[in-house]
């Protein structure tokens, strides 16, 4: 904590990495929370890898660069981990306290830890219509209690030229 406290003194910084925040967000056995159990619906395919983020839910804040965030003693959690199939894509991340948070989920489909709008999906709480712009904290917020908070999110791909929205998957 010293070496942090000093590094800001002298005017530097933490830098972004993919690591930022996962430490953080990470659950522990038995989470008593506060915490999100988030489950991730609609996946497109069963490639790649999922992120989770939680982010202070103004919209200055929402999205905001993870090392920015940090540094300025705001809340950022992240959770990384592969697709696991269709049905049991469950991720639990930390919150500090019980509050209001905006949260963003990712597909990664290629695991290249970059947002490809190409290919890959994202989710939001509450599934709002998506444009090709950053959406508004508002549609992403969710109320965390003390305890575990559950909540679904859907993810959507590139649909069209200019739209976003669920896959259809075929009925087997």
């Known amino acids: 904590m010293l070496h942090i406290y000093l590094a800001a003194a002298v005017g530097t910084y ?3 990495n993919p690591n930022l925040g996962i430490a953080e967000g990470r659950c522990r056995p038995n989470e008593p929370g506060p915490a999100l159990i988030v489950s991730a619906e609609g996946l497109k395919d069963l490639q790649g890898s999922l992120k989770l983020e939680v982010y202070p839910s103004n919209d200055q804040d929402f ?3 993870d090392n920015v965030l940090l540094n300025a003693g ?8 592969p697709v696991k199939g269709r049905k049991n894509n469950i991720l639990c991340i930390r919150v500090p306290a019980a509050g209001t948070y905006s ?6 489909r290629n695991n290249n830890r970059k947002f490809n709008l190409s290919t890959d999906g994202v989710g939001f709480p ?8 950053k959406p508004r904290a508002s549609v992403a917020r969710v109320p965390a209690g003390p305890g575990l908070t559950h909540v679904n999110i ?3 791909y590139r649909t069209g030229l200019f739209s976003m929205g669920p896959v259809a998957h075929e009925s087997r």
Request: net charge positive.
């Open 103 to 108: 949260v963003l989920l990712l597909h990664d």
């Open 63 to 65: 999205l905001a660069d």
């Open 126 to 133: 509450g599934n709002p219509k998506l444009k090709l712009s």
């Open 14 to 16: 933490l830098s972004s």
């Open 154 to 156: 859907l993810l959507n």
């Open 74 to 81: 705001k809340t950022f959690r992240r959770v990384v981990q």
